[in-house]
């Protein structure tokens, strides 16, 4: 998953407001139930000591909630009387939640806003493209193509000046193949898209799925609906799942695959709370493992200000000359360093590669060498 949306969250010290709301529940008392909601999420972060000015913030932004028809629910991320983030939810949280932390908590967002990849659905005929991008949170234009348009279509005939315009035909089936296939990758690098999806006739998705870059061919499915007809909303959803599944399982297998030493007795992986702090601290996380049901994502470190600012025990900051340092949940903290150093978190689902829990204890890293 990529947190690159997340950067807003550390361009600032703490304490932060955390809040996770339901808005699954469409009633007919529903504007008065969000309105309850609002002061209850207010005072429960006035209970933990957040300030006033934090606190209205929340509640007003709740209280905007009030009429959305949004089917799953929202998070808030607020400080110093400011929502500096609210991402829309692809799941309902299971419940509503406020916290009062050093840290924004992060971590029940990577299940929450989904890692079901973003996709660009192409629908694709002889004269072009429709872009449409489609995510967990639902769909919408992501632009178009036209290439060449005469000439497109075959004839029957054997006739000479026939095999030449045939010839023609072809020419332009190319070039516009060719059109077709670099729009979509500008696309896929504008959109960030996990996962590209062709729509239309044989030739056509073939001809488009052999011109993309080579970066892009693990990316791409083929449907085989015919020219101009629309995916249903299920079809997606499950190209976007077995996508996942496909990546998770290859993902483990290389972290597995990874903890075993090389020929120079250096490991490419690791996994628990003190070799994890060490690598983040050297910046050597390429990519993050998150095991929700793990015992060490709720294990305390320290944090100082900085993403690489953080340790197993408070004396060790104070050794590495951090004056002022704070209590943070592990993934909360290993998350803020990931996004600070672009590295993706994978989420990964209980029970592991082959029935095996892994990460152990629920962390675990893929390690990057300088």
Avoid at 287 to 309: C, N, T
Wanted: net charge negative.
């Amino acid at each position: 998953m990529d947190l690159t949306f997340l950067h807003p969250l550390y361009e600032h010290s703490g304490p932060w407001a955390s809040v996770y709301v339901d808005t699954s529940r469409h009633t007919e008392s529903m504007a008065h139930e969000r309105h309850l909601t609002a002061s209850a999420m207010a005072r429960r972060l006035a209970e933990q000591g957040a300030d006033e000015a934090t606190c209205r913030a929340v509640e007003n932004a709740i209280e905007e909630l009030r009429h959305s028809s949004e089917p799953n629910g929202r998070a808030l991320f607020a400080r110093a009387g400011e929502i500096v983030l609210d991402p829309p939810l692809a799941r309902p949280p299971q419940g509503d939640t406020a916290e009062w932390a050093p840290l924004p908590r992060v971590a029940p967002l990577l299940e929450l806003a989904g890692q079901d990849p973003v996709c660009v659905v192409a629908y694709i005929d002889r004269k072009g493209a429709d872009f449409e991008l489609r995510s967990g949170l639902g769909r919408e234009g992501a632009g178009s193509v036209t290439g060449r348009q005469h000439p497109v279509h075959r004839t029957a005939s054997a006739d000479w000046s026939e095999r030449h315009f045939q010839l023609k035909v072809e020419n332009t089936w190319e070039h516009n193949a060719a059109e077709i296939a670099d729009a979509l990758a500008v696309c896929q690098e504008e959109t960030r898209a996990d996962l590209l999806i062709l729509v239309g006739d044989d030739r056509e998705r073939r001809s488009v799925h052999e011109r993309l870059p080579q970066r892009l061919q693990d990316r791409v499915v083929e449907a085989s609906h015919g020219t101009g007809s629309r995916l249903l909303d299920d079809e997606v959803e499950a190209a976007r799942a077995e996508h996942t599944r496909r990546r998770t399982e290859a993902e483990l297998e290389r972290f597995l695959a990874a903890r075993a030493p090389d020929a120079e007795g250096r490991t490419g992986a690791v996994e628990g709370v003190p070799a994890l702090v060490e690598a983040a601290r050297e910046h050597r996380i390429d990519e993050l493992l998150i095991r929700a049901d793990g015992p060490d994502a709720h294990r305390e470190v320290w944090i100082g200000e900085g993403p690489d600012q953080l340790a197993v025990r408070r004396t060790e900051l104070r050794t590495l000359g951090e004056q002022h340092s704070w209590a943070a949940r592990a993934d909360d903290a290993l998350i803020r360093s990931a996004v600070e150093t672009d590295a993706p978190v994978l989420v990964v689902p209980a029970g592991g590669a082959a029935g095996e829990d892994a990460p152990v204890g629920g962390l675990g890293a893929l390690l990057r060498w300088k």
